[in-house]
């Protein structure tokens, strides 16, 4: 299994990283995972676009141009002969000595690998998930796709232990999004609800093309805050992510949403977006 560092491509066991290195000391530093099916990426370029808004907002300059980015992810499917599954990547501001202030001189560190993924035959997909809620532990700056994970990690294990799937945030009573995907509910009335983007939640690039699909379908939409009362009374509910694509949601913290099955709208957006990522 080939992995990238800082322009090369090594086999993993011969992966070497600093100590010093920012990522490591203080998790300064931001990243990427985009979904491979079929051995192509999918919607790459919006991925470039918000790794490179990640880099900017925490005033971080990558020298490597858009080319050798999409280069570097090709290479590593290439070498690893990736036909589904997820490439990672990670930006940090590099190596210095330990100072919270940022180093003038560092230069950013680089690395990447991927992970296989059965998009195909996942069967959570058929089955649905079921989701519960935690308190949204995270910082202010949601909308950076930042590598400091402790609150989405603490909230996935809290879910795995309550048997769960995934975890969605919660604050002010109002779900935010799941801790690594984002969150959807159609009400009773059959419209779509999602939050609006700003820098209480990542703008989920998965989220991003199922809105543009959930248009063309001409689909009603409401992106907007709902509550975990409203998510548990409404007729379907469901997640999107890169790793997953879109998921039913069958219950939400353990009360049935809708029949308790995966809901017809989450079923048909599944078939939509797979539609889009595996062209003819
Ligand atoms: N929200 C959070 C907090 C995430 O970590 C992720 C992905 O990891 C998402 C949403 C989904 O984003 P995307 O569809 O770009 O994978």
Not at 128 to 140: A, E, I, Q
Not at 251 to 274: C, K
């Amino acid at each position: 299994r080939y992995v990238y560092v800082n322009g090369e491509f090594v086999e993993a066991e011969n992966a070497r990283i600093s100590i010093f290195d920012r990522g490591f000391l203080f998790a300064d530093g931001v990243y990427e995972v985009t979904a491979v099916l079929n051995g192509r990426m999918i919607d790459f370029a919006p991925h470039l676009q918000r790794l490179r808004s990640s880099l900017a907002k925490l005033d971080m300059t990558l020298e490597m141009d858009d080319a050798a980015i999409e280069d570097l992810h090709q290479g590593l499917i290439t070498r690893n002969r990736v036909e589904n599954g997820v490439v990672y990547i990670q930006v940090t501001r590099g190596v210095a000595e330990r100072d919270f202030a940022y180093p003038s001189d560092a230069e950013p560190t680089v690395i990447a690998f991927t992970q296989p993924r059965d998009y195909f035959g996942d069967r959570n997909a058929e089955t649905g998930v079921k989701v519960v809620t935690t308190p949204d532990l995270r910082w202010v700056r949601r909308d950076i796709k930042s590598i400091a994970l402790l609150p989405q990690a603490m909230g996935k294990q809290e879910a795995k232990k309550r048997g769960a799937y995934e975890a969605w945030m919660v604050e002010d009573g109002l779900v935010t999004e799941g801790t690594s995907s984002s969150a959807f509910i159609v009400t009773q009335e059959g419209v779509i609800v999602t939050r609006a983007l700003g820098r209480e939640i990542l703008p989920g690039l998965t989220r991003s093309r199922l809105l543009s699909l959930i248009e063309e379908e001409k689909l009603p939409v409401d992106q907007r805050p709902f509550s975990v009362e409203e998510a548990v009374a409404a007729r379907e509910a469901f997640l999107t992510s890169a790793s997953s694509f879109v998921l039913p949601v069958v219950s939400i913290n353990d009360y049935p949403v809708g029949d308790g099955e995966p809901g017809p709208i989450a079923r048909r957006l599944r078939a939509r977006y797979l539609d889009f990522a595996t062209p003819a």
